[in-house]
């Protein structure tokens, strides 16, 4: 169990995924395989993030993010490639 962490109902990880300390994900947030998310990352109601992900911390997530990327913004929420 994470501290601080809040995951809501139908809300999926995938394995190897890890959940820092207060990761926000209310109902209905499938989280893929291979994902970090960072310290105090929150998410809106129904998104998927693929999988091989980075969140970093801070972000506010409020739209899918494909596979082998990484949102670095707290503001605009930038998707980048991971390679």
């Not at 601080?4 to 190897?16: F, K, M, P, Q, Y």
């Not at 893929?32 to 970093?56: P, W």
């Not at 949102?71 to 998707?79: K, P, T």
Request: proline fraction near 2%; glycine fraction near 6%; charged fraction near 15%.
């Amino acid at each position: 169990m994470v501290h601080n962490c809040v995951i809501g109902h139908e809300s999926t990880g995938g394995a190897h995924t890890i959940k820092s300390f207060a990761v926000s994900m209310p109902s209905d947030v499938h989280i893929g395989e291979y994902c970090y998310l960072a310290v105090s990352c929150a998410f809106r109601h129904q998104l998927t993030v693929r999988d091989n992900c980075l969140i970093c911390v801070g972000t506010k997530v409020v739209k899918d993010v494909p596979s082998n990327s990484k949102f670095i913004n707290r503001i605009e929420n930038i998707v980048t490639d991971l390679y």
